[in-house]
């Protein structure tokens, strides 16, 4: 009876908008995360929403603290601003969302804070944006560069190749695209493809840190695809 209360008191919420409709089959076994978002631009505001308004506790950063103040004062109670410091020592899970010629000086000044912690890694290294370190990083495999980047991280690589406005919509559809993702540390793939179901995508493991050149814009795998068609590319890819 106490689960049946639950659930319709979230559907009610649904309809009213309070919480997305796809958290309504699951909402009694979900379990808030602590999430520190670096780079709150498109990427990074649309997943700090959706993660958000999913239950989870969101603290969101960039260069520009006045900015992400009114971005976290519209998304609502669960999301909160600060800089990338104190959204770093905040999230349990950190997501990247940033250019990836901002890596350098933000590790820096980041110290240890990535250490034991499962980073998901949405940024994309486009050698024309972001000079030297990006085509490094192309040269040796975004998965791999990004383990060797973040020493001590459990990286995960996710939401690299499709939309950012996708992102805040794709719980309006869930469990039809799919979003492949990949990494070597099995727990950290756990809990970011819980976060990754919370918001409608289907997460995909499509290998380990090796496989992470895969994931950005311009291979098989980028853009919106099924969780089979997925599978099915994923297993053409060496
Ligand atoms: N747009 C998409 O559809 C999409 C989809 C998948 C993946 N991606 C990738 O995700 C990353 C973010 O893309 P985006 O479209 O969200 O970019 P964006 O709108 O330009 O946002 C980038 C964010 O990074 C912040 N930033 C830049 N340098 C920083 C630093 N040193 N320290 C802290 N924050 C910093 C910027 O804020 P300040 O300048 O105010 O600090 C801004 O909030 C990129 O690598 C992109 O390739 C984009």
Do not use: C
Not at 12 to 21: F, H, N, Q, R
């Amino acid at each position: 009876m106490k689960v049946l209360g639950l659930l319709k008191v979230t559907a009610a919420a649904a309809t009213l908008g309070i919480v997305p409709l796809a958290h309504v089959a699951n909402a009694a076994e979900s379990q808030k995360e602590r999430i520190g978002i670096i780079g709150s631009g498109h990427v990074g505001s649309a997943l700090a929403g959706v993660w958000a308004r999913a239950g989870n506790e969101v603290m969101l950063s960039s260069r520009h603290l006045d900015k992400d103040k009114e971005l976290t004062a519209a998304i609502g109670p669960n999301a909160q601003a600060g800089t990338p410091q104190q959204a770093a020592a905040f999230g349990r899970v950190l997501v990247l969302a940033v250019p990836y010629s901002a890596f350098p000086g933000l590790i820096k000044s980041l110290g240890d804070s990535f250490k034991g912690k499962v980073v998901i890694n949405a940024s994309n290294p486009f050698p024309q944006r972001d000079g030297a370190i990006a085509a490094q990083a192309r040269e040796q495999g975004a998965g791999l560069f990004d383990a060797q980047l973040l020493p001590g991280a459990r990286v995960v690589r996710a939401f690299n190749a499709v939309g950012a406005a996708r992102m805040a919509s794709a719980h309006e559809d869930p469990g039809k695209i799919g979003m492949p993702i990949a990494g070597d540390d099995k727990a950290a793939l756990e809990i970011a493809s819980k976060l990754i179901r919370e918001i409608g995508y289907e997460p995909v493991l499509v290998g380990g840190q090796d496989k992470g050149k895969y994931l950005m814009p311009g291979t098989p795998l980028s853009g919106e695809h099924s969780p089979d068609e997925i599978r099915k590319i994923a297993a053409t890819l060496t």
